[in-house]
Structure formats: C-alpha cells, structure tokens
C-alpha cells in the first residue's frame, strides 16, 4: 500500500514546538519530505540549534509516522536556520551579515555581566550558531581579557575585519587601546564607537550578535536602541537588594526603548562547598526569580559562584570551554538554550516560514 504525503503529514502533527505551543507541520518545520515505497524521509528544520529537546522531537516524529500501515523505515534529518526577530524599523537599520542582536546588560557593576555575556555566546557557538561579540563597555572592555585576546584590528580594505576566537567574530575598544589608557569620552564619542562596531565591522553570517552593554542606563544602551533593531535584552542581576533594585530599573530601561527582555539572569547565585556539596545563599536566594515573576518577564537561569569561572575569565579560557561538563557550565548552556527560544518565540510574531515539500 502506498503511503500518502498527506497521511505522513498528517501524523506528524502530533509533534509540538514546546516554546512556539504549535505542531511542526503548521509551523512549517518539515522539509524535503519524500516517500519511496514503505520508506519515508524528510528533515525537521528548527529554528535554532540550540533547541534543548531536538532529539525528542526527532523520535517522537519517527515514532509517529513508523505506526502509519506501510512504512517500514522512517529517516529524519535535523537542521536549523535561525529566523530574524525584528526587522528594520526607520533609522534602526539592519546589520548586514548579522540575524539578531542580543544586549546583555545589568543595572549595577560587578554582578559579573562579561563574564555571562562570554560564556553565553560560547554556549551559543557551541551548540551551531554562528556568534559574534561586541565589547560595548567602552570605559571598560573587558571581553578581550577574558577571551585571551591580545590583537590589533585589521581591515580588508573596506571593513574592519573582527577578530576570532573560540568560534566567535569579536570586537572591543580594547583592540584600539593599550591595557593602562584611560578612555575619557563624552556620549557623542561613545555614540560614534558604537556605530563603527556596528557599520565598518564586516560580520560574517551570524545568527546572534550579543553586545556586552556597560552597567547601568546611559548612553550605550540609548545609542543602541537608536541605531539597530534589537531582538531583545538579557539583565543579569545577583539575589541580593540593591542588585535587584538596579536590574529593575534595567528593564524599565528597555521597556522605554522598545528593546524587548528576553529574561533576566541570576549570577553568583548560591555556593557549592567543594569539600561537603552544602549550598550557601551567599548573596539571598531566588531574587531573580522573583523579580522575574514581578516583571512578567521570563527566568533564564542561575549560576552558581564557582572558583573556575573566574580563574577562566582571568586566563582568557571561557568555563564553557575549560570544564565544559561542570555544573556551572551546564547550567550556561541551558542559559544559552532559553535565551535562544526567546528569539525564536519573537521571531514568530513575524510571518513563518512555508512549508515547503519535495513531490
């Protein structure tokens, strides 16, 4: 009996998006799909490779069309193109070669915002994504320092061309200056920075651009808010008070500037002793959480404090890449796999992709 594409369709509609709340049919997720006698093949096309559950998906969709009477084999392919969350929008120009803008901002200092910014776009790259950073901490850029980069800028007679390391395309102020000069600029300067490390940079097919913002709501995050369309806002925040007062501001920042928060961030969050397996609540426990809820907003993820993530940030070698299997590290890439369904949710809000079948 000969097994109807309809039919194949049809079962796989049981096979839901858990982030998008829809089946993999109707949002188009199925591509080249083919039926040669009891044999059927097609691919599942997501919308990030960071997706947490692709392998689930991938055999309850084999599952599913293996009981249609006929099929004897069933082959799935998964791949995934990340969509654009927003588009141009007036001034707010697109950046050629870059898919979508991450800000990665805090409300206060030392709440360990580079540190999160750089292991979250690791995690990215790591997963598939091509990923580049923007050190946009002009006062104090730090991305070199904790990715093991010492270089100059160099250009291809056009564009500046970034630099590259673990997997990621970076720039940073701290390519153009020495370690001990102070940047002493007014905002118009700063402004004019931040449009050359989006203008005269020559990115090369990203899917994510994470801009490590510096702390605070001044005149970076304005600039960028004017100048590219940004997919949405990562605030990182520690459990204790005064964090968490800033990091609302933070929010109510970007909610002003029409940046969407894709979830807030606790860093620093509880103490594992290495000696007995205690947690400590260093600094409070579950603030950010809490905040979250207050804010409608989604939670993304803790980190815990962890003594190698700071060895690795002062040795220029990530956590995600020096003890990529460690708890803290895990709990990066579960970051990194939430921040990356929030783009595909927003992204969703704009037309889907068809679907697109192979006869």
Not at 326 to 336: D, G, H, T
Request: proline share 7%.
């Amino acid at each position: 009996m000969q097994v109807e594409q309809s039919a194949v369709l049809e079962a796989l509609k049981v096979v839901r998006d858990p982030d998008l709340h829809r089946d993999i049919v109707s949002l188009g997720f199925i591509k080249d799909l083919k039926v040669d006698g009891s044999r059927v093949s097609f691919t599942i096309e997501l919308t990030t490779p960071a997706c947490p559950v692709k392998d689930q998906m991938r055999d309850q969709a084999r599952a599913a069309v293996m009981e249609l009477a006929g099929v004897a084999t069933v082959d799935v392919t998964m791949s995934a193109r990340v969509r654009e969350a927003v588009g141009s929008d007036g001034p707010r120009q697109s950046l050629p070669g870059v898919k979508n803008i991450i800000a990665v901002g805090a409300g206060k200092g030392g709440v360990g915002k580079t540190t999160v910014s750089v292991n979250l776009a690791v995690a990215l790259a790591k997963c598939g994504s091509k990923v580049g950073i923007i050190d946009g901490d002009i006062y104090g850029p730090n991305v070199p320092i904790m990715l093991g980069l010492k270089t100059q800028l160099v250009t291809d007679g056009q564009k500046i061309v970034p630099a590259e390391k673990y997997g990621l395309q970076v720039i940073s102020m701290g390519f153009l200056t020495t370690d001990d000069a102070p940047i002493i600029w007014r905002g118009p300067m700063l402004h004019g920075a931040l449009q050359q490390f989006f203008r005269e940079v020559r990115w090369s097919a990203l899917d994510y651009l994470v801009i490590d913002l510096p702390p605070g709501t001044g005149d970076i995050a304005l600039s960028l808010s004017q100048t590219v369309p940004v997919a949405g806002a990562i605030v990182v925040t520690t459990p204790q008070q005064v964090s968490l007062a800033d990091s609302r501001r933070a929010v109510a920042m970007y909610k002003k500037l029409n940046i969407p928060t894709l979830g807030v961030i606790e860093n620093m969050s509880y103490f594992v002793c290495p000696s007995c397996s205690h947690e400590s609540d260093i600094f409070g426990n579950g603030g950010g959480e809490r905040m979250a809820a207050d804010l409608g907003t989604p939670f993304i993820g803790r980190i815990p404090i962890y003594q190698p993530i700071r060895e690795g940030g002062d040795a220029g070698v990530p956590l995600m890449i020096s003890e990529p299997d460690s708890p803290a590290a895990r709990a990066f890439m579960a970051a990194a796999e939430r921040t990356a369904a929030q783009v595909s949710i927003a992204s969703y809000n704009r037309p889907t992709i068809p679907l697109t079948v192979v006869r």
